[in-house]
């Protein structure tokens, strides 16, 4: 596989640079889909892509040596958008992006909160999110469904409610047969019965999971 690395936001900045990343996201995940169609039609293999986006101070420049050197970016931040990229094979997903570009985006498109993780190398968890669609661009009405299912899902997953969870799931996957994440939950749920998480003092989970792959 082959990773391309984009930046939004520099050299040139824009106010709404998450706004177009997540955007590009979208569309190259809508053309990659008619591709395979017409990759399939014709006998060949489909190729996949998968997006780990992520928002924050980064340094940026042109780093190298004399010999060799090109305009690139480094920091915690680029690092955790190719953690995400990374998580999405765990989740089934193809769009995953983090809290901090979800807080400037949740007005333009439609995504739902996966999970709250900790990436190997991090104490601090933060919030994932699957990029559904755009706002304005009709999402379809399954896949609303099942986000609103498995939104709720994930709330009483988080309560430790995990009979009442795995039912949510469930009627989420009816909306979106075969949804990899509404899966994963509905195992997670039974592991979870089976032996229940480290609670605080306070008697409450925080909810986290921990990647134990990069």
């Known amino acids: 596989g082959s990773i391309i690395m984009a930046v939004y936001g520099a050299p040139i900045h824009f106010e709404d640079n998450a706004v177009k990343a997540c955007l590009s996201a979208l569309d190259m995940q809508r053309r990659t889909l008619e591709l395979q169609k017409r990759w399939a039609e014709e006998g060949k293999k489909p190729i996949y892509t998968?997006?780990?986006l992520n928002s924050g101070l980064m340094i940026a420049g042109n780093m190298g040596s004399e010999s060799r050197f090109n305009y690139t970016i480094m920091g915690d931040a680029v690092n955790l958008a190719a953690r995400l990229l990374g998580a999405n094979k765990q989740y089934g997903t193809r769009l995953m992006i983090s809290e901090f570009t979800y807080e400037k985006v949740k007005?333009?498109?439609v995504a739902r909160m996966l999970d709250r993780i900790r990436v190997k190398g991090k104490d601090k968890p933060v919030e994932v999110y699957e990029l559904l669609g755009r706002r304005d661009d009709g999402t379809p009405q399954n896949v609303l469904l099942c986000k609103e299912r498995f939104d709720a899902g994930i709330r009483l997953y988080q309560d430790m409610k995990w009979d009442e969870a795995a039912e949510e799931f469930r009627k989420a996957l009816e909306a979106v047969p075969g949804?990899?994440?509404s899966k994963l939950y509905i195992r997670r749920c039974e592991d979870f019965k089976a032996a229940p998480p480290e609670v605080g003092p306070?008697?409450?989970w925080d909810g986290v999971?921990?990647?134990?792959t990069k």
């Open 50 to 52: 998968s997006v780990g």
């Open 209 to 212: 999971y921990t990647m134990t």
């Open 107 to 109: 007005n333009v498109v």
């Open 179 to 181: 949804d990899p994440p």
């Open 202 to 204: 306070d008697g409450k």
